[in-house]
């Protein structure tokens, strides 16, 4: 089996990912060489997407998803359209079924080149997002940051996309807190004793929303998709906006924005773009790596 692998540094509206082609072989992306090429400015990123060989009957591929600290992923939507686009590119599909430890996700490219995406159902029961306490309505929890009688942020909405999430609900511009200070405090609050995904969510129409998000085991992050879904999902199930949102990225304002769509059945729905960047080859063991030489020439091995 060869040392090294393909991959592909891609990102979904800002969202740096890296797509590793893990098919024809039983071994994984170890949490050392994702350490190694976080580590690295030209690899740095927010989530890897693994892509291994199918393990269920009827779908395209089993996506195992790492963060940048090494941890595992349950779910990246952002992550789930650059691999879509990375396939589409080279089998000519258009549909695909993928499986990952947070279930099966549905996804297609478009005609435009946008990328669908069948986040599932969302969950809000207290125990299954989960929460350390319980909460019959998880709408609103009782969580805040600041003075008692004049918090910076409070009451968030929580809830479940596969990964935990809160939504804190501002009435000014996202960018104008300080969430790196704010974002590994509430990501390691006791009530989340899985972690959480952490955005600030700003209403700026009954369609139209303006998120900055702090993500589990990556931090500070350009975008996140399942974030994205779930700033949608709150929005609408606390009456804030209808269920179909644009969602514009705070902190990538000159991108494509998300659009989120909580249907009827219940399942979420997000349509938006992704990127290719450049290619190159990886060990999987330890993250060492070099650039593709037709694309770089005289790159040299990392």
Do not use: Y
């Not at 789930?80 to 589409?88: G, I, M, P, S």
């Amino acid at each position: 089996m060869s040392a090294t692998v393909e991959f592909a540094r891609m990102n979904g509206l800002g969202n740096k990912i890296l797509v590793v082609d893990m098919r024809g072989r039983t071994d994984k992306v170890t949490p050392e060489a994702a350490i190694a090429l976080n580590a690295d400015a030209a690899t740095q990123f927010d989530q890897i997407m693994a892509i291994h060989d199918p393990k269920a009957e009827g779908t395209d591929a089993w996506i195992d998803i790492l963060n940048c600290d090494g941890t595992k992923a349950q779910a990246c939507g952002n992550g789930t359209r650059c691999v879509v686009q990375a396939l589409a590119a080279e089998t000519g599909k258009k549909v695909f079924t993928f499986q990952t430890v947070a279930g099966i996700l549905n996804a297609v490219e478009l005609e435009d080149g946008t990328i669908s995406v069948d986040m599932g159902k969302p969950v809000f029961d207290w125990d299954r997002i989960p929460l350390a306490e319980e909460f019959f309505d998880t709408s609103r929890i009782e969580l805040q940051i600041g003075p008692i009688d004049n918090p910076v942020l409070h009451s968030p909405s929580a809830m479940s996309m596969g990964n935990p999430h809160a939504i804190f609900w501002v009435d000014r511009d996202p960018m104008s807190f300080d969430l790196e200070r704010f974002g590994p405090m509430l990501e390691n609050h006791p009530m989340f004793p899985e972690k959480a995904n952490i955005t600030l969510a700003q209403v700026t129409s009954d369609s139209s929303l303006r998120t900055r998000t702090w993500e589990r085991g990556a931090g500070l992050t350009l975008a996140c998709g399942s974030a994205a879904c779930a700033a949608g999902v709150s929005a609408a199930r606390t009456g804030r906006t209808g269920r179909k949102v644009t969602i514009d990225v705070a902190s990538a304002p000159s991108r494509q924005p998300l659009i989120i769509e909580w249907r009827d059945n219940d399942h979420v729905v997000m349509t938006g773009p992704a990127e290719w960047e450049w290619s190159g080859v990886v060990d999987p063991t330890t993250g060492a790596w070099s650039r593709d030489e037709a694309e770089v020439p005289g790159a040299e091995a990392r």
